[in-house]
């Protein structure tokens, strides 16, 4: 975690002795003695703060010491500032040493050392003196304070509302809603001194100054805003711009108060003394009648409606347009706020955000501002009666499908899904039905998103979309190496070390095969469960098996297909799982060639086998035509083998009339028979070149599943007992062909020898292989507090001795 020589100052500075410590001190308190601080006390104090830090117990300075650091925050140099605020958070203060602001001092209070002060509060009666301080601070005329007065007091406030917003009383929030309408609407509109001014004071007449201008250039004629532009900008202007910048955690945080319990004030003279009456849209006198909270939001709605106008100016510079951006989409959040808290406002504003959404929705470089104007179609649209598909098919068509490839995006998309998820399901069908857009955020960037779609994904788990989604799902690293290709033929083909281009870049860009890398880049759901030439797409794509981008993909979908699966079980019925069962039989031999990958997605498919198969064992009736087809194929035992062990197992176990009473004894002895050919050729021949020997636990396997079907119908034990014998006839004379391991032979042939005793007792063999529900639930069988283990071993001894 840490380099080694990050380790050794840290190991030096929990060891240091308390002698040499007090020594430390003391040379510390004679450098900050100096008038003058240099690079020996700012590293002296570094040290101090690693000391103080790099350990668990809290420390006590001297108060000499404390005295020094408490000066320094005032100190003009922000490095001192930062360091002596550090070192303070870290000890415990002397009695009487506290931090402590009066209201003479309080306009002194930078960030730092608020940040201070914030920490040292001992209660909430504590925070909420430091908060009247700071608001009665706040009514004094800005000639009667400090310039930078004002513009740490916001912040200082906006981090007790993040922490502690029960520290506010119901007066606090009347004094800053109303300071925060004079700074929202009127601030000055004329520009400020210059930073290269001589002061207030530059001749015996001040020169006229200049009126703000907007972004374009033009002089402005309305009331300050963020977007008003100046060589320099006066203080009230400054708080206006604070003022914004925290305007919606205000209005979120506090849209619950009711505004009912604070009494108006008709007689504000705040808004007046001071301020410069906007010279197009003045306050109306109505609006000065409203409560404080209620004329916030008034002023609020009408500066992100100033701010809406004003972002369809031309820009002179790049980095205005991108401020331009910023505050669409603050104001855009912000209008949202306040009509959530007044649905009459939602008529009002309407109008403007359907033609800001008109004006920006053809230019995707304005996606993030959209994306807060869907939020508003959404909590809105309805009550306006309005028609919003035009805002969904860009949200879930255009943005997935053309900036899948921007990080910010699809961390803004996704995190707007996963707050109104209930929402967009009850309201908004194309929300499921562009679950193939959606997933190209997981299939481009999966570790950046993987947690945003294990929530999203049980969402999108319909009956309607389950088989199409399981698909999809299957082929996400194909979808991955598709979206990279996608994007290499915009630019110059990339190619390999060699020389030569990339195969599967020529197979995207030929006709033959356009269709099928169409169907992944598909929008919508719809147009089919999956593909018919999965085999050839594969193949084509081969070549991106060790791209970076796909394999993290791949190892993404087995996390996919669990929740998948948990979420399927409570929506489908017996026939979509029945239909998910033979996917996943079919889908075993069609994925991508990335061998993990394949071993991965079998270990998952054979999970959720056995769980469905126990949720429902009439399944196994319902496909046993499938399920036999796949554990009669003998290269299943060597290509399959975990799916291929869960198969035969859920037949030996399932296939039961106590299962399902459609199980006849034709349907038993068909599986018998599937299974004992099986079993015959793996342990009568060699593996196949190439292939590993079968794993002694599908042979065992086999063998249980014979043992159980046959102590269901008993005219098949004499086949299974005969196998049997043989096997431990056959296995004395050695090593076999078919298992190099004596270790695996030996449990084999121990397995089968248990078996062959139980066969000999019909009805105690159906007891053991097939118990009835009453025994399986406790499992009383594998319980060592009872006798039924100890019956089993002495049956298996009396008939080993025979």
Known sequence: ??????????????????????????????????????????????????????????????????????????????????????????????????????????????????????????????????????????????????????????????????HSPECLSEDHLTLLSKKLVDWLRYASIT???????????TGPRSRQPAPIAELDGTVSGDFFTVLCVG???????????????????????????????????????????????????????????????????????????????????????????????????????????????????????????????????????????????????????????????????LVFGRFPAELFSDPFLAHELLRFLRLNLDSLRLRVPQYIRSFPNLLKFLAWDSPAVVDDFVDLLPSLVTAETAVELLHTLLDLPCLSATLVLQLRLTCTPISEPCGRGLLSLDAFRSTSFRGLFLYLLRAEAGSGDTIDRLSTLHEMLAEAADWPRVIQC????????????????????????????????????????????????????????????????????????????????????????????????????????????????????????????????????APPPGAASPAPRVVTTLMSALAKLASRSHDLIPRVSLFLSKLRTVTRGGSVAWCSDEEDLVAIVTRGEELWSLLKTPGVAQSVLTPPPHVTTPQWHRDTNVSTPLQLRTLTSLTHSQ
Not at 652 to 661: K, P, R, T
Not at 677 to 682: H, P, Q, R, T
């Open 1 to 162: 975690m840490y380099s080694h020589g990050s380790e050794s100052l840290i190991k030096q500075a929990r060891e240091i002795q308390e002698s040499e410590l007090q020594k430390f001190y003391s040379r510390l308190v004679k450098l900050l003695q100096g008038k003058e601080f240099g690079h020996e006390t700012i590293d002296s104090l570094q040290r101090l703060h690693l000391i103080l830090s790099a350990t668990k117990y809290t420390r006590t300075l001297p108060a000499e010491l404390q005295k020094r650091l408490l000066s320094l925050l005032s100190s003009p140099v922000e490095q001192l500032q930062v360091l002596s605020s550090a070192v303070l958070r870290e000890t415990l203060p002397l009695p009487g040493q506290e931090l402590n602001y009066n209201q003479e001092n309080i306009s002194q209070l930078n960030s730092y050392a608020a940040a201070l002060l914030l920490s040292q509060a001992g209660s909430r009666s504590e925070l909420s003196s430091l908060c009247s301080q700071l608001l009665r601070s706040l009514e004094s005329r800005q000639s009667e304070a400090p310039t930078h007065s004002f513009t740490h007091t916001l912040p200082i406030l906006n981090s007790v509302l993040t």
């Open 191 to 201: 520009q400020g001194g210059g930073a290269s001014s001589g002061g207030f004071f």
């Open 231 to 393: 060589q320099g900008f006066t203080d009230d202007q400054w708080m206006n711009v604070y003022s914004f910048s925290m305007l919606r955690h205000w209005l979120l945080t506090y849209h619950s108060v009711s505004s009912g319990n604070i009494a108006a004030d008709t007689d504000d003279r705040s808004e007046v003394d001071g301020s410069v009456v906007s010279m197009v849209s003045a306050t109306s006198s109505s609006s000065r009648l409203l409560p404080p909270k209620e004329r916030l939001r008034e002023k609020a709605f009408q500066y992100c409606l100033r701010l809406i106008e004003q972002s369809d100016r031309k820009a002179h510079k790049r980095t205005d347009t991108e401020l331009q951006k910023a505050c669409l989409v603050e104001a855009v959040c912000i209008l949202d706020c306040v009509c959530v808290e007044d649905a009459s406002l939602v008529y009002r504003t309407f109008p403007c955000v359907k033609a800001l959404f008109g004006r920006l929705s053809s230019d995707l470089t304005f996606a993030r501002v959209l994306l807060p104007i869907a939020q508003f179609y959404l909590n809105h649209g309805e009550m306006a009666a309005v028609d919003c598909d035009g805002v969904w098919r």
């Open 554 to 685: 791949a190892q993404t979908v087995p996390v996919m297909l669990h929740i998948f699966f948990n979420a399927v079980v409570a929506v489908a019925d017996q026939k979509l799982l029945a239909h998910l069962v033979l996917v996943m039989l079919e889908r075993s031999s069609l994925l991508f060639s990335l061998p993990a990958y394949i071993k991965e997605i079998h270990r998952v498919f054979s999970c959720h086998l056995l769980r469905l198969c126990k949720l429902h064992p009439s399944l196994v009736v319902d496909q046993s035509h499938e399920l036999l087809e796949f554990a009669g194929s003998t290269a299943n035992v060597y290509s399959k083998e975990e799916i291929y062990t869960h198969v035969v197992w859920v037949l030996g176990e399932y296939l039961s009339v106590s299962c399902d009473s459609r199980c006849s004894v034709r349907l038993i002895t068909s599986c018998f028979e599937a299974l004992e050919a099986v079993l015959f050729e793996i342990t009568s021949s």
